[in-house]
């Protein structure tokens, strides 16, 4: 292809190869950093107006350039061309074109190097901000839940078997404290992301005395980066976010095999919305959770992706190298894929409804409150050891006989052990089981109100900083 378009043509004497330039360029999923190319390439240019580099006249020409092609862009009136190979050089031409030879001034001081590595940072941040407000949601869904089901009994599970009685809005704050640790870990993340490349320019630093202070501030930079061949080289920031995300999607992979199983007719634990569900083509009965479905499925995708961006810098010497453009699919697809998927829950989980009766049947059928049972006899004086047997016992009876512990006889009980007295019954019931266990972090439903109330207050903290 003919080189005369590009700005680097100057010291070539071939034309590209017509392959090559398509397989070099990144324009195709580049163009998504326009905004932010744009909104650097003000900042940098107002930096030079006001450092003296551009007369003001120029910087003018400049500023109003480029906001004319983002209003170009946003109307999709932009012509983008593989020939200018990424983002960067397409709205520069498109700036020379337009404004005439103050354009050309726009890259002093800068290469592209710095450049793609701010247009990066800054579209990341906009995005961890979206995607905070979505976890949010999602964190403030779950808290409606545990609020509203504080009482809802359910039986807690190990190894996928009835263990002891929860509440369903106890299990609801265990996803919330997850979802938390992921706020705290994005925000956390969002610090590092949050450095300013310009000022790096190609590697080494520019002659030019740029007041990358001054463009820091212009785009809300906390500060620009210390080592200039570091900032246009590294891309830990993006594989922090990549881990972030995945961590994350792990979490709502749980949450997502939870609710398959619960909506499931063997568990019939919940009920999930219509809205959210999809129908069979063939057998007319049935309901699919898709949405859990698919999100279990997109986690896939964003472990993949935190794999290929570690793999990208893993043996890239300092400083730049044309490897780094591979950073940017995987890193689209990580946001979007995160994105959407804390949408899908955030809408959803408002609408699930527990269904408290299956719940208590499957806590009985399973002897939840046995431990319960052990940890009365050694109240009374029972060594725990020996409680657990003859708890092991009144279980098998039950087992024999189709009965609930507490539905055998004070009598039938009093002959494994003469310790039980008629105040057992209190503590085999699945209320009496939940309600003892009122200590810090327990699943008594007084307890769970209190948290659910703690975390609403910590919720509104975070979502004012
Ligand atoms: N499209 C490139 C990227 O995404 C921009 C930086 C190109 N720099 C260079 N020296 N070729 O990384």
Redesign the pocket.
Known sequence: MNTENKPWAGRFTEETDAFVETFTA?IEF?KRLAPFDIAGSIAHATMLGHIGLLSDKECKAIVQGLEGILEDIERDDFHWTAEL??V?MNIEARLINRIGDAGKKLHTGRS??DQ?ATDVRLFLRSEIDLISAELQRLQSALLGLAEREADAIMPGLTHLQVAQPITFGHHMMAWYEMLKRDGERLADCRKRVNIMPLGAAALAGTSYALDRDLTAKLLGFSVPAANSLDAVSDRDFAIEFASCASLTMMHLSRFSEELILWSSGQFGFIDLPDAFCTGSSIMPQKKNPDVPELVRGKTGRVFGSLFALLTLMKSQPLA?N?D??ED?EPLFDTVDTLKHCLRAFADMMPHVRPNRSAMVAAAKKGYATATDLADYLVRKGVAFRDAHEIVGKAVRLGLDTQRDLSEISLAELQKFSPSIESDVFAILTLEGSVTARDLFGGTAPKRVREAARLARAELQGAKKS
Do not use: G, L
């Open positions: 990144s580049d190979e990424d960067h592209r190097n793609v730049y044309k780094n453009q940017k």
